[in-house]
């Protein structure tokens, strides 16, 4: 069974018990990403931030879903990102509020 094959219940039972890294499985799912499509799977992709996050979670993996990539909906406000809801009019500027603000503590958004 290949890493990007396994549910997020066992993702994480393997982050947390140092089986896999966070930072493999953010890799893994980056590489998908882009063999998607070229690319154009998602109109935007954090890479470097979610290798960063995968970095810190690997030193001290915390929270139910820590290490388990994922992917939020661009018709979702989404701290620091563009929110396009899918239209190139709303092309502009990043949102520093919504309901995906704090993602990365591994509990649910605020």
């Known amino acids: 069974m290949s890493l990007l094959e396994l549910d997020a219940g066992m993702l994480a ?3 947390r018990g140092r ?6 499985t953010v890799t893994a799912a980056l590489a998908a990403i882009e063999r ?11 890479g470097d931030r ?19 990539p994922f992917v939020a909906k661009d018709l979702l ?10 239209s190139a009019l709303c092309r502009v500027t990043p949102l520093i509020r919504g309901p995906f603000a704090r993602p990365r503590g591994g509990g649910p958004p605020s």
């Open 13 to 15: 039972a393997a982050v």
């Open 19 to 24: 089986r896999l890294s966070a930072v493999e």
């Open 36 to 46: 998607a499509d070229g690319g154009n799977a998602l109109i935007t992709v954090c």
């Open 50 to 68: 979610a290798l960063a996050r995968a970095r810190a979670r690997d030193v001290s993996p915390s929270g139910p879903l820590a290490g388990v």
């Open 77 to 86: 406000d989404t701290a620091g990102v563009r929110t396009t809801f899918g």
